[in-house]
């Protein structure tokens, strides 16, 4: 029941059975340390972040999503240290969707970066009340309190009191504005590798994930969709399907007809037997080749322009050299190991669900609109997220489930099969970029275009405008950080039938291995060092040029390798963070790749657990040599051709490079960390390759025939 | 529907299923089990790996008829109610990030430890390849692996 919990799963059974099925439909759930939030009377309670427990206990809550990267962790660490609080003696609550929190988006790579500033005030406003409560309780200035370890300590007269025993008297006390801010010397766990408290459940298998997550009573579905993208269901017949042994009942709701039984296999083997007859509508012809072609035609149009230094084309016009490519990506599904599910339970007063969902609010919010409820009515709470990488942020997962509770009249969990979620995914968007330079008479780059032509994410899903989605699908191309005097980019659209979606950096998945190919393509036509090359065109990027030159030093850049082994190195600012990274490769005669080591550096400003940076780097840059080596989703009778991890293959043990990660020390505020490790990998990798081998890849993913010798 | 029994973590139980029912769905579903994952449902992922037997195996593609009256380990029984020491390495080596498929991971690593108590890195790849990630913790594994093997 604690979705979020550490509660293990003997207590969670144990306190369902005690519990009953009275308290398990209230709308509260107020059990369980580290559960989910309670209605509570008397502690102290200054804000919405955190509250301090009689027995001293500083009950921290957690607003965003735990997707992998150790928010349930890292915010309370930026909590519990300007709080005062004793590590040992905290614990959390995982926040329902509340707008009280400000954004529950977890996405973006904000979840730190945003909440550096709110959950300092929040945990310094705690720490102040606190010491006047001591103060007063002393008759001492409260300047001569410190608070050190869930205490207020007074050392002039050798006194100490627990934020247990102060948490009455500081509720009554008045809320100040601007508290006094540590000084960040004084940090005992920001900037400390503290081990991640929920592995232990993870471990075990006791973490309960939204799959995991059980109502009495409830029933499993699963969902027969249309398997073309904007068509319907027609008719269906249920009778084959009720057959099936734990067939209870079958449904429909907008997104398909759901199939309910006692089991998730019945009720997969159930909608197997389902008799149903789609509409296709009118994209039934949609492939791979049509897109392509759309980007032809589109191309050729006007881009709508999001940066344009000086005169581009009189620059290239009058250019000693010119050069001239095109890159290309495909669609990727984002492939969460956990498949997409929820559990609702839809009543008289309302509805609740729970969710992986990486935008509670955003769910809530939609249903509201779509289902025609007051907001106060539905309740959404968060589980542990097997993996989500932007597919979560979409609320039809959530929609899709309360419709087929309300339907089915009790609660039901959806589960999606790995098809469901590869067939219906919100699409990384495929693009193409079309890419011009032209050099002086002395080799500087004097002109750089970059076109992006690719669907959009925010207009379809959004409803944003044409410069919106060309501000976003040229995000890492408009922001280019070299020095060269007349640039020009824009984005031409191409929109499909295809639902798109962000994947983990967005358009920073493409643009970089656009940006950081070609340069590699300029420098070596013009027989300059790759790393020489950019550091000339960076004087004015400190940080910047501080990763490229951190990364290239680490890796030993321009230093022999051993026989057979190349490097290539990649540079990219996304989400406000700067990330090099260099990879080591060789390639067989048959043109197999082989990824040998990656050394990356990262400038994040100031970073609060540091592990958590590296795994983060390290895990971007597994997602990117995933999408770089094997990611691919085509398209054929407007449906996706691949159905499961057998087609659509993820990078695994025997591929993974050594990684070492890097961070650069820092006093600038923390930045995003969740994906900027994606970025540079691919065209690291792609410019390895051509040191290599002396080909370029400038479509992805990368084939064996690509790099073969014949 | 159908009546099968079979030992899970020490215990016998029986269960009532459709003889076509994938191990996994009962270890979930009937026996509440839910630290077996599904991932796939065809043995690509390896996120339901239980031991049967002793041996690693996809739990999604074993039907209840076939693991009838054997002796299936999961996850929640691997530690006999204490750490494993692979446990033990995932979380000191800060192995999990989403968590989804760690464990089948731990699973299948303890399989391979059985078999082989000091793997090298080659065994390790050959063992642990068939056993997907998609937030890239190999790195981790690797080391977690080594480490428990230390221990052992």
């Avoid at chain 1, 992998?68 to 329902?96: C, F, H, N, Y």
């Avoid at chain 2, 043995?43 to 002796?71: E, K, M, N, Y």
């Amino acid at each position: 029941m604690t979705t979020v919990s550490q509660v293990s799963r003997r207590d969670f059974l144990k306190v369902t059975g005690v519990a009953g099925s009275g308290l398990l439909l209230g709308f509260n759930f107020p059990f369980g340390r580290d559960g989910f939030a309670m209605t509570v009377s008397g502690p102290f309670k200054p804000n919405v972040w955190l509250q301090i427990d009689p027995d001293g206990t500083a009950k921290l809550w957690v607003h965003r999503s735990p997707l992998g990267q150790g928010v349930r962790t890292s915010l309370p660490m930026i909590l519990a240290d300007e709080l005062g609080a004793d590590w040992s003696k905290i614990e959390r609550v995982q926040g329902d969707a509340n707008p009280d929190f400000g954004s529950q988006v977890t996405g973006g790579s904000t979840s730190i970066r945003t909440s550096w500033v709110p959950l300092r005030n929040a945990g310094a406003t705690g720490r102040a009340m606190l010491i006047a409560a001591a103060a007063q309780t002393w008759g001492v200035e409260p300047s001569t309190c410190r608070a050190y370890n869930s205490e207020v300590i007074h050392e002039p007269s050798d006194r100490k009191l627990g934020y247990g025993e102060l948490a009455e008297l500081a509720s009554t006390l008045p809320v100040p504005s601007n508290p006094p801010l540590k000084d960040p010397k004084d940090f005992r766990y920001i900037g400390k590798s503290l081990p991640r408290l929920d592995h232990p459940a993870r471990a075990k298998g006791e973490a309960v994930f939204g799959l995991d997550f059980k109502l009495p009573g409830m029933l499993f579905a699963c969902v027969a969709r249309c398997p073309v993208f904007g068509g319907s269901v027609q008719s269906y017949d249920a009778s084959d399907a009720m057959t099936v042994d734990g067939v209870r009942d079958v449904v429909e709701v907008e997104s398909g007809v759901a199939v309910l039984a006692e089991s998730t296999w019945a009720a997969m083997k159930g909608r197997e037997a389902l008799q149903v007859e789609f509409d296709y509508g009118p994209d039934a012809d949609l492939s791979s080749e049509g897109i392509a072609k759309l980007f032809d035609e589109r191309q050729q149009e006007a881009g709508v322009a999001t940066r344009e230094d000086g005169d581009t084309d009189a620059a290239i016009a009058g250019a000693a050299r010119t050069f001239d490519a095109v890159y290309e990506v495909p669609y990727l599904s984002h492939a969460p190991l956990e498949p997409m599910n929820c559990t609702a339970h839809w009543r008289d007063d309302g509805v609740e669900l729970w969710a992986p969902s990486q935008a509670p609010q955003w769910g809530r919010g939609t249903m509201a609109q779509v289902l025609g409820m007051p907001l106060e009515k539905i309740t959404v709470h968060v589980t542990f997220v097997g993996g989500a990488f932007g597919r979560r942020l979409m609320p039809d997962f959530m929609i899709e489930a309360a419709r087929v509770a309300k339907a089915a009249g009790v609660p039901v969990k959806v589960v999606w099969t790995r098809e469901d979620d590869m067939h219906h995914d919100f699409y990384r968007p495929a693009s193409r970029h079309i890419m011009s330079a032209a050099i002086d008479g002395e080799d500087t780059l004097v002109a750089w275009k970059h076109r992006v032509v690719s669907p959009s994410i925010v207009g379809p899903n959004l409803g944003a405008d044409a410069n919106a989605a060309a501000g976003e699908a040229t995000g890492g191309a408009a922001d280019l950080p070299y020095a060269i005097p007349n640039i020009y980019v824009d984005h031409c659209a191409a929109d499909t039938a295809v639902p798109t979606g962000w994947f983990r950096s967005v358009f920073n998945t493409q643009t970089p291995f656009a940006n950081e190919c070609f340069l590699d393509e300029i420098a070596a036509a013009t027989g300059k060092d790759p790393y020489e090359l950019r550091m000339a065109m960076l004087a004015d990027k400190p940080r910047h040029a501080g990763v490229l030159e951190l990364a290239a030093k680490k890796a030993g850049w321009g230093d022999p390798l051993p026989e057979g082994r190349f490097r290539g190195l990649a540079l990219h600012y996304s989400f406000q963070t700067y990330v090099a990274e260099v990879a080591e490769v060789s390639v067989e005669e048959d043109g197999t790749l082989h990824v040998h080591r990656v050394v990356c550096a990262i400038d994040c400003g100031i970073v609060i657990n540091p592990d958590e940076v590296t795994a983060q780097m390290e895990g971007g840059i597994v997602m990117g040599l995933t999408a770089a080596l094997k990611g691919e989703i085509t398209l054929e009778k407007g449906r996706v051709v691949q159905n499961n991890f057998d087609a659509y293959p993820l990078l695994t043990m025997r591929e993974m490079p050594k990684v070492e990660v890097h961070i650069v020390p820092s006093t600038e505020a923390p930045t995003g960390v969740g994906e900027p490790g994606l970025p540079p990998i691919a065209p690291a990798v792609a410019n390895a390759i051509f040191a290599a081998t002396g080909k370029r890849i400038r479509r992805l993913p990368i084939r064996p025939d690509d790099l073969s010798a014949t | 529907m159908a009546r099968f029994s079979l030992t899970v973590n020490g215990k016998t139980q029986t269960v009532d299923v459709s003889p076509d029912t994938p191990l996994l769905w009962v270890l979930r579903d009937s026996l509440e089990l839910t630290g077996t994952k599904f991932g796939c449902g065809i043995g690509q992922c390896r996120a339901c790996t239980v031991h049967v037997d002793g041996s690693a195996v996809p739990s999604c593609s074993l039907p209840i008829s076939a693991a009838a009256d054997r002796d299936v380990t999961t996850i929640e029984g691997l530690g006999n109610g204490k750490l494993h020491p692979l446990q033990k390495a995932w979380i000191e080596e800060n192995v999990p990030q989403c968590g989804y498929c760690q464990p089948g991971q731990i699973m299948g690593a303890a399989a391979l430890l059985a078999k082989s108590p000091k793997p090298s890195d080659a065994d390790i790849d050959e063992a642990m390849s068939p056993y997907l990630c998609r937030c890239g913790t190999y790195q981790r594994i690797r080391r977690a692996i080594h480490r428990a093997a230390e221990e052992v």
